[in-house]
């Protein structure tokens, strides 16, 4: 069964820093995706970014990054430059193949960033 | 444009209770999905709409729980006979689903936070 893996609880980074947020992946599909959301304390999910399985590269969006090792099965989250904005609960979760519930999302137990001024 | 909608945003109901909690998607997004956000079961997959197709029920927690989506779009999660361990946080999420590139990323709503007495 899928399974989604998020060993930090809480993390604590200095602001102006960078920080990696560590999920590991269990599945046995060769077709997925992985994303991760950001719920800060308003509690709604933010996308913040998405890999493909097939993604060669690693996937970048904007302070975001997306460490991807296929081999490891992982795919850390990496985030430049801290803002204290940034300071919320991460969540990353691998989407399952379409035709399982229409790619429904597996989380993982998340991650709560907290960034230090 | 505007985002996913969910209403009420809070919710306080007594034990026994029936509730209603809406979900309206983004336009044009034809798939739909409900998730629930609790404190000892994470975030978990209730139901998916693809359209108006007849869902896969199997992911809601019990025979207590339904939904249904009307033309499409919105989307009403019904629990009967509300128990303590309904208490959580009901996210609602939509996607484009077949728009590339954007291929299934599910945007959510705010959530719906129901306490039951």
């Known amino acids: 069964a899928q399974k989604i893996t998020q060993t930090q609880p809480g993390m604590f980074v200095q602001e102006k820093e960078a920080v990696t947020l560590d999920c590991t992946y269990d599945?046995?599909?060769?077709?997925?995706?992985l994303f991760w959301y950001k719920q800060p304390s308003s509690g709604e999910m933010i996308f913040l970014i998405y890999q493909g399985s097939y993604d060669e590269q690693n996937a970048t969006e904007g302070r975001y990054s997306l460490n991807f090792q296929k081999a490891r099965k992982s795919a850390n989250l990496v985030i430049s430059a801290s803002q204290l904005g940034d300071s919320a609960m991460y969540f990353c979760a691998m989407r399952e193949p379409y035709y399982n519930q229409g790619g429904k999302l597996i989380f993982g137990q998340g991650t709560e960033l907290s960034v230090k001024p | 444009g505007a985002g996913v909608s969910q209403s009420p945003s809070n919710k306080v109901t007594e034990k026994g209770k029936d509730v209603e909690l809406r979900c309206d998607p983004i336009?044009?997004?034809?798939?739909l999905y409900w998730y629930r956000q609790s404190l000892g079961q994470g975030l978990e997959f209730l139901i998916y709409?693809?359209?108006?197709?007849?869902?896969?029920k199997s992911g809601l927690p019990s025979d207590r729980f339904s939904a249904e989506r009307t033309g499409g779009s919105v989307s009403t999660l019904t629990i009967q006979r509300t128990q303590q361990e309904d208490s959580a946080v009901y996210l609602c999420?939509?996607?484009?689903?077949?728009?590339?590139?954007?291929?299934?990323?599910?945007?959510f709503g705010p959530g719906t936070r129901l306490t039951v007495t």
């Open positions: 599945t046995s599909d060769q077709s997925y995706g």
């Open positions: 709409f693809q359209g108006n197709s007849a869902p896969d």
């Open positions: 336009s044009g997004h034809t798939a």
């Open positions: 999420a939509s996607s484009p689903f077949w728009d590339r590139p954007k291929l299934y990323e599910q945007y």
